[in-house]
C-alpha cells in the first residue's frame, strides 16, 4: 500500500476496523478516538462483513483488527497505537492492586453516605462498622461472580478448605452472610461466630503462605479472576473481619449499627 493511499502529512492516518451486524469493534473505537484526540484527520474504513474482515488479515498478515496506517506506514492494533504514541500499555497479566482499591474505597463511600444519610454527619462509629460491612459484601460479591474459579484459587491455600474442600465453596456465602447481618445490626448470635471463624482461619493461612511459606500466589479475595498478589490485602480483609466481630461483642451499650 503506497504513502499516498494512507497520508503524507503525519496527521492523518487510515484505521480498518470492523463493523459488522451485531458487532462493533470496541478496540476500533478506541484507536479512532485515540486518533482523533490526538489531531488526526482519520480515514475511517469500516470492514463491513466477515470475508472483508479475513481478506484484510490475510492481505497484511495480520490475525487481528483493527489496524492503522499513518503516514503509509502500518502502525498496527491499539496496543501498538499506543506504544506508538509512548503511551502504556496494560500487562493483562501483570499483578494490581487496582480492583481492591476501588472496592475499599467504594465501600467507604457508601459507608460515609449512609452515615450523613442516617447521622448527619459522616466520621462516626457507626460509618467505621458500615464499612466493614460493605467491603464484606462486595468482596463476597466479587467471589460470587464464579464460586468454582474463586474455590479453585482459594485451595492453593487456605487452610481448611484443603482438609474440607466444601469449605471453598461455603466461604463466599458465609462472608456475604455475615457482611449482611452486621450491616443490618441483626442476629449477631449468627453473624460474629461466622465472621471470627472464617477471619480467623483466613488470617491464619495467609500469613502461613506468605510469610512462613514465602510462596507468591494470587489472593482469591476479589474473585478467581484476581492478578491482586497474595499477602497484605488478603491478610487485611481477614483482620477486619475478626476486628469486627470483637467490636460488635465489646461495644459499649447503645452504639450499635442501624440504632
Known sequence: MTGAAHGDDGKSAVLYRMVIDHHVC?????????????????????????????????????????QVFIGGQRIGGYDDLRRHFGLAVRDRNAVTYTPVI????MAA????????????????????????GFAMVVLALQK?????????????????????????????????????LMIAGALMWLSVPIALFIGTVGAVSVFKAV??????????????????????VSLTENLMMIAMAVWMVARPAGIGIGH
Open 26 to 66: 470496541p478496540w476500533g473505537l478506541k484507536a479512532l478516538h485515540l486518533l482523533r484526540s490526538r489531531g488526526f484527520a482519520v480515514e475511517d474504513r469500516r470492514l463491513v462483513s466477515r470475508p472483508e474482515v479475513d481478506a484484510l488479515k490475510a492481505r497484511l498478515g495480520v490475525q487481528t483488527t483493527p
Open 102 to 105: 476501588a472496592l475499599f474505597a
Open 109 to 132: 463511600l457508601m459507608a460515609l453516605a449512609v452515615s450523613w444519610a442516617t447521622q448527619g454527619a459522616l466520621l462516626t462509629v457507626h460509618a467505621a462498622e458500615w464499612f466493614v
Open 144 to 180: 460470587l461472580k464464579d464460586v468454582d474459579a474463586f474455590a479453585t484459587m482459594f485451595l492453593n491455600y487456605d487452610l481448611l478448605a484443603r482438609r474440607w474442600v466444601p469449605y471453598a465453596r461455603i466461604y463466599p456465602f458465609a462472608e456475604g452472610l455475615a457482611g449482611v
Open 211 to 232: 510469610y512462613v511459606d514465602r510462596r507468591e500466589l494470587k489472593c482469591a479475595c476479589v474473585g478467581g479472576d484476581s492478578k491482586v498478589p497474595l499477602g497484605f
